[in-house]
């Protein structure tokens, strides 16, 4: 079996990759990032879509998995290059070697795409009609519309929106990365110390990487799921205080809460969380980690 990742060096794609390459498969990168134990496919600065049309002839893959993308970016063109574009020249290239009905595909959106919402909006369902507001949302969103109608006329693809999604080698550019980094600094100096925060009286939707990757895995494999957009998350609001309390309270360590502007976001929605009938509805019941599992496993990688 041949899988094709994008972003396999990111966080969710080192875990994709191990899940592959412990099933045997044959894995293949696609990035700027090396990955070890994978054969690696890099793209020169300026490429062409003729460029992805070779690698996929020699990888051959029968999985693509697209991962690869920026939130963090300042520019709107930068982000819609790799949020949006990258993309759509991944699924013409499958189109014009031939593969598009031969490789199965899963594409990463986000829950970004949704945008600014009010309370009364959640449960965040696929069908609710989406105003992202930032770059990185609108590029995700267009990639979106394009892999779906992609995925009716030409192959077969599944497009998911993951909520926030937490464990071990979670960036520390995300809140909760930040806060284990933080929490561990402090109490390996086994004093007292500050955390530093931005608004944590808002409430997002939690859900581990490991049940990220199995749920990709189940979807990819369902016909009735192609061409589909698919929330993946617990489909429960948990406070971000909630979480920041639990953290210090396994340390044991004298930890107060300093919230700091320059960690404020200036468009933040408070609460945000996502409907999973959808999901459950084609990959059946499905046993989520609990938050306070994925976290703890976080503080002790850190």
């Known amino acids: 079996m041949n899988i094709l ?85 991944l699924l013409d290239a499958l189109s014009a070697s031939g593969f598009s009905e031969k490789t199965k595909c899963l594409f990463f959106g986000s829950a970004s795409e949704y945008g600014m919402v009010k309370d009364i909006d959640s449960p965040l369902s696929e069908s609710f009609n989406c105003k992202p507001y930032a770059c990185y949302g609108i590029g995700k969103l267009a990639q979106t519309h394009y892999a779906a109608t992609w995925g009716k006329l030409n192959g077969q693809i599944v497009i998911i929106r993951p909520f926030t999604i937490l464990g071990k080698h979670m960036s520390e550019k995300m809140a909760i990365g930040s806060f284990a980094k933080q929490i561990n600094e402090i109490s390996t100096k086994g004093d007292k110390g500050v955390l530093y925060t931005g608004n944590i009286d808002i409430s997002r939707d939690f859900i581990d ?25 617990s489909g429960k609001p948990t406070s971000l205080r909630e979480v920041v309390d639990y953290m210090i309270n396994l340390t044991g360590v004298d930890i107060s809460i300093q919230v700091e502007g320059k960690r404020l976001v200036q468009a933040d929605v408070k609460t945000h969380f996502g409907e999973n009938k959808k999901l459950l509805g084609l990959v059946g019941n499905f046993e989520f980690i609990p938050w306070q599992v994925s976290v703890k496993k976080m503080l002790e990688a850190s």
């Open 5 to 89: 990742i994008t972003g396999a060096s990111g966080f969710v794609g080192q875990y994709l990759v191990n899940f592959f390459l412990k099933r045997k498969f044959n894995v293949s990168s696609l990035g700027r990032s090396k990955v070890s134990n994978v054969k690696n496919y890099t793209l020169p600065k300026k490429w062409s879509k003729n460029d992805l049309v070779n690698i996929i002839l020699e990888a051959k893959p029968d999985y693509l998995f697209h991962l690869a993308g920026n939130s963090q970016s300042n520019s709107c063109l930068e982000s819609f290059n790799i949020n949006t574009c990258f993309g759509l020249n």
């Open 209 to 233: 990487v490991s049940d990220v990757v199995e749920i990709c895995w189940k979807l990819v494999n369902l016909d009735e799921a192609n061409s589909q957009v698919i929330n993946i998350c």
